[in-house]
């Protein structure tokens, strides 16, 4: 198993830039796809950024695609994802997303391990 802490996340202005880190737990960090999702107010959690077991592979969701990265190290046992360009409308939590199956995506169904999630709030 793989525990998740995420940190990072704040209230920031328009146009403004956060880190987020996802920490874990465990020696086989390198193991696991990981991903980022995010849920705002009355919205179902929504696939942001995935990233294979070295790191080598990613991909994003077209509403964020060309603002944000996503990367990980893996001797740091440690995800990030470095957001730039924060609009109102990444307002939500945003939780990260571990999977030991050979292949990861999208669906949130395809993750086994969730963090609590951390907020991001951009005001206008």
């Known amino acids: 198993q793989v525990q998740l802490v995420e940190s990072g996340g704040g209230l920031v202005q328009a146009g403004g830039s956060l880190r987020l880190s996802c920490a874990a737990s465990?020696?086989?960090?390198?193991?696991?796809?990981l991903a980022w999702f995010r849920q705002a107010p009355g919205k179902e959690r929504e696939f942001v950024a995935r990233?294979?077991?070295?790191?080598?592979?990613?991909s994003y969701a077209d509403s964020v695609k060309g603002r944000v990265v996503i990367s990980r190290d893996n001797s740091k046992n440690t995800m990030y994802l470095q957001m730039n360009n924060l609009k109102p409308e990444d307002t939500a939590v945003y939780s990260c997303a571990a999977t030991e199956r050979s292949y990861s995506g999208s669906y949130r169904s395809l993750y086994d391990y969730w963090g609590q999630g951390t907020q991001v709030t951009v005001s206008s």
């Open positions: 990233i294979s077991t070295s790191g080598s592979s990613t």
């Open positions: 465990g020696r086989t960090f390198s193991r696991y796809h």
